[in-house]
């Protein structure tokens, strides 16, 4: 004897008690089989990326494969005029950048306006400069419409302005200026000794007073984008996981990416928080390999900039003072070395 068969809304609702849900997909295998889908309203049109020919001479409809979205960009940066010889090759950079991200790009000029210093005979100090104020602030204007007759040529999205340091450092004040900007595009030295010291006032300043990520870029390196190769000087700290996060946009639009470890022995937990951030950049559809490299007797730095070297890397990305910023400077470190003797761009955060 045939047994009833129960309603299917007596079906469903035992399913719902089980824990299971079904769904009929039989509405939606035509559309993705190639059947007619309607058009979008307003639109009077399908999207489909091919016909072929069907049953009676009819065209049906083929649509578009689903294409993951580029959803990591930058859409703000900021880069100040320094003063140094790489100015220009940090501008030209940070052009490609915009271009690359349709982002819109800050041009800062900085004006000091120091302490005025008055005579020994005199009370009280002028507070205007004795005119010397002016003089800074047409100077400053000179080189704010040369920056902008340079970027006219440019099809990004651009602003440029000048910032005055009054009674304060040009770094502190542009620092204070980027609190809005996705990355900051810095001018590196290159290895080069002079500078040194505004390099590193400009760079303390806009990593850990801004809390944005420091692009710094060598003279004479401009990479072309998107990157072909990327690298990432892994250690578990919070410094190095903020720049990966922070430098995912670039990371996204590398061709390949190495997350390099770098010890002096069996440092088995960092490899397994780096075998993990390499699974999450996986994650993120960026094909990323592990690199286990040895020190020996030579510094960190100067591996990791070595392997870059010989491996064509375009892009470092390393997290910014892990320990004491005065500590690192004075007696060295990490970060103290990739900032002044790297030949290539460094993406710093903190």
Known sequence: MRARSRPRAANAAAGHRRGLIRINTARARPALMGGRRRPRAGTGTTQASATRAGAHGQAAHRPEPIRPR???MYKDLMIPMTGSAGDADALRL??????????????LESVDL??????????????????????????GQ???????????????????????????????TVAREAFDADLCVLAGSGGRADGAAALHAWFTALLLESGRPVLVVPPAIGP????????????PTRPTARAVHDALPLLADAG????????????????????????HLVRHSIPTDLVNLRAGERSVAEV??????????????????????????VLGGV?????LSAQLPVFFGH
Do not use: F, N
């Open 335 to 339: 970060t103290r070395e990739l900032l």
């Open 224 to 235: 072309t984008l998107p990157l072909r190769r990327a690298m990432v000087a892994w250690q």
């Open 94 to 107: 940070a052009v490609k950048l915009a271009a690359r991200h349709s982002a819109r790009l800050s041009v």
């Open 256 to 279: 390949l990416v190495e997350l390099v470890v770098i010890g002096r022995g069996d440092d088995e937990p960092a490899l397994d928080s780096a075998r993990r951030m390499v699974a």
């Open 304 to 329: 990791l900039l070595d392997y870059a070297e010989r491996s064509g890397v375009q892009l470092l990305v390393a997290g910014g003072y892990g320990h004491s910023r005065l500590r690192e400077w």
């Open 70 to 72: 580029r959803t990591h």
């Open 114 to 139: 120091p302490v005025p210093i008055g005579h020994a005979w005199d009370m009280v100090p002028d507070p205007t400069g004795g005119g010397v104020y002016e003089a800074l602030r047409e100077r």
């Open 142 to 172: 000179q080189r704010l419409a040369e920056l902008k007759a340079r970027l006219d040529d440019e099809t990004v999205c651009w602003d440029a302005r000048a910032v005055e340091a009054l009674y304060a450092d040009a770094p502190h």
